[in-house]
């Protein structure tokens, strides 16, 4: 169990720049979501996987945004024309299960929008 | 939709005093799961507690307690004793199922801690 990996931890932009990060869960869950988390505040869903499947996408997800996790392993979230409202740190977690089985998160990808 | 309160934004102590972190939930649901992770200056937010909604029993792991009162929609957290270790942002979340029925957590804004030496 090497936990949950995102690359990079930090990602600077330009405004109107495609970025994309990547998420590697914890080997064998077989959920993931996609949280994103703004200064003082908690974490917001993003959206969310089971095996490969997108499943659920939250409405904060506009569509300069796209999420995918092929073959229900590692999963990637771009931002396509980025804006400095795009700003923040972006958490990725997994899980096994159900019944809310607790989420293991990685240390997250921040990103800052110039 | 679930709502999440933590009232306290921050909070500084001296170690070794105890805290308690206050967490109020609005939900419509009648089973549903409470958390609390912490979140250090690393960024990773780590798992401390689940509870679901038919356990009110109070649980003590070390110098963490939880106090859990659905009469008041709380689902309190208490650390005995302080140390400069505990100093973090703990974020009290609240489970709920999305209109197409998969699970999510819906957090509160937190409250950060720090513990002075």
């Known amino acids: 169990d090497t936990g949950v990996s995102q690359n990079p931890r930090h990602k600077i932009t330009k405004r109107g720049q495609n970025v994309t990060f990547r998420c590697d869960p914890i080997?064998?869950?077989?959920?993931l979501y996609w949280y994103r988390q703004t200064l003082g505040q908690g974490p917001e869903f993003l959206t969310y996987?089971?095996?490969?499947?997108?499943?659920?996408k939250s409405r904060l997800l506009s569509d300069r945004f796209s999420a995918e996790r092929p073959k229900g392993s590692f999963s990637t979230l771009e931002i396509q024309r980025t804006e400095q409202g795009d700003s923040a740190m972006y958490l990725c977690?997994?899980?096994?299960?159900?019944?809310?089985?607790?989420?293991?998160f990685g240390n997250g990808t921040r990103l800052t929008v110039t | 939709a679930q709502k999440v309160t933590q009232a306290q934004t921050e909070i500084s102590v001296v170690e070794k005093e105890d805290v308690t972190l206050d967490c109020v939930y609005e939900?419509?649901?009648?089973?549903?799961?409470l958390f609390w992770y912490k979140q250090p200056p690393s960024g990773e937010l780590v798992f401390l507690i689940r509870?679901?909604?038919?356990?009110?029993q109070n649980e003590i792991s070390g110098r963490y307690s939880w106090n859990f009162q659905k009469s008041t929609s709380s689902f309190n957290f208490t650390i005995t004793a302080s140390q400069v270790v505990d100093s973090a942002v703990y974020f009290c979340?609240?489970?709920?199922?999305?209109?197409?029925?998969?699970?999510?957590?819906?957090f509160g804004k937190g409250t950060k801690l720090t513990v002075n030496p």
């Open positions: 977690a997994s899980t096994a299960g159900t019944g809310y089985s607790p989420l293991h």
């Open positions: 080997s064998e869950h077989n959920r």
């Open positions: 996987f089971q095996n490969e499947a997108q499943l659920e």
């Open positions: 939900t419509r649901d009648t089973t549903y799961y």
């Open positions: 509870r679901n909604s038919f356990d009110e």
């Open positions: 979340a609240l489970s709920e199922i999305t209109q197409g029925g998969s699970e999510k957590l819906v």
